[in-house]
């Protein structure tokens, strides 16, 4: 039975994560410079806080330039990564958190005025939908990664229960056991003791007609009394104990 449910539980937390496709879409988009093409992706799971602390990590790796924050639109000046150009460009970068997703819109330029697109260069366009995928994945991962651990502390917690029931039933079914031995062992002694009783009956039968017998001799009927009232003491005793 543990074995089993273990397995459905584990089978319905690998259902919950099943991947979902990470895509980066180009389309014009409202920025500080105007409508210019930008390039954007949705996160699922993820969080705006989050995504800003790593998008900022990941845009400023190896830049010399500063960061800003100006009314939600994010900038990295001076971003380096030679796929993308072979000289430093400004990022700018916009989140808009939703319910189960975050949408990051990304703009590209080397001046300001010239924004990178894929009209402008389809071969650069590639290593830009790579530069703004390969982060939306790696965040999307670490966002999976926390609801499977999520799951499966679940999964430990329920096992834990689980073991508990199954301790618990195993202590139910020895006390049960130990019961019935128990009361087995009551009913051996009964009827052991109504055994004892039956023949200590025909006993003393025996040895009243033993003290009738004796009725002229002093000395041995003295002596037939005195068995016949160990053996009344003796069934006594029996009876009260089965009592």
């Not at 975050?102 to 005025?113: A, F, G, I, Q, S």
Request: charged share 25%; hydrophobic share 35%; no cysteine.
């Amino acid at each position: 039975m543990k074995n089993l449910m273990l397995a459905a539980l584990s089978a319905l937390s690998l259902s919950v994560f099943a991947q979902t496709a990470i895509t980066v879409t180009e389309a014009p988009a409202a920025m500080s410079k105007g409508t210019q093409p930008s390039f954007y992706v949705e996160i699922p799971g993820a969080t705006a806080k989050q995504i800003e602390k790593d998008w900022q990590s990941y845009t400023g790796k190896g830049s010399k330039g500063k960061s800003s924050n100006t009314n939600g639109e994010y900038l990295q000046a001076g971003a380096v990564n030679t796929n993308v150009s072979p000289q430093p460009f400004n990022v700018y970068a916009k989140l808009l958190e939703s319910t189960g997703n975050v949408r990051l819109t990304v703009w590209l330029t080397p001046n300001d005025t010239l924004f990178f697109s894929k009209a402008n260069d389809s071969l650069q366009y590639l290593a830009i939908e790579k530069y703004i995928r390969d982060f939306a994945v790696a965040e999307y991962t670490d966002v999976v990664k926390g609801e499977l651990k999520g799951e499966q502390d679940k999964l430990k917690a329920l096992d834990k229960e689980l073991n508990g029931l199954i301790k618990e039933e195993e202590k139910a079914g020895k006390k049960i056991n130990d019961s019935k031995r128990s009361i087995d062992k009551s009913n051996q002694t009964i009827a052991d003791n109504n055994r004892q009783i039956g023949e200590l009956g025909y006993k003393i039968l025996e040895q009243k007609g033993m003290v009738e017998r004796t009725a002229s001799d002093p000395n041995a009927n003295k002596g037939a009394k005195q068995t016949l009232k160990d053996l009344e003491n003796q069934k006594k005793q029996l009876q009260k104990s089965d009592g």
